[in-house]
Nanobody, 122 residues
Framework: QVQLMESGGGSVQPGGSLRLSCTAN????????MGWFRQAPGKEREEVAT??????TTYADSVKGRFTISKEPKTALYLQMNSLKPEDTAMYYC?????????????????WGRGTQVTVSS
């Protein structure tokens, strides 16, 4: 059973930076996709960034050029967030699904962390 745990959230001013981490336990293969998702109050969950087993990354248009996803195989997933904006405020979750590439819908991710809160406010 894979277990995911996020950390690194917090409160920052607009323009600030945060680095989120997601540690993965009991992961014995590199054949997986992992992603970062976020959900703000009253809004639907949205995909932020993903990285597949080949290392191919994708980003939501709203975070391109500001966020960077990276991974340490079989160990962790990271999200470097720069130039943060108030609209980035949300609960951030990491998720994982086994396979070569990333699914198009978040419901297809099998494992989820409990989330870490990011608040961007002056």
């Amino acid at each position: 059973q894979v277990q995911l745990m996020e950390s690194g959230g917090g409160s920052v001013q607009p323009g600030g930076s945060l680095r989120l981490s997601c540690t993965a336990n009991n992961l014995v293969t590199t054949w997986y996709c992992m992603g970062w998702f976020r959900q703000a109050p009253g809004k639907e969950r949205e995909e932020v960034a993903t990285v597949d087993s080949y290392g191919t990354t994708t980003y939501a248009d709203s975070v391109k050029g500001r966020f960077t996803i990276s991974k340490e195989p079989k160990t962790a997933l990271y999200l470097q967030m720069n130039s943060l904006k108030p609209e980035d405020t949300a609960m951030y979750y990491c998720a994982l699904v086994f396979g070569a590439t990333c699914p198009s819908q978040s419901v297809n991710y099998a494992y989820w962390g409990r989330g870490t809160q990011v608040t961007v406010s002056s």
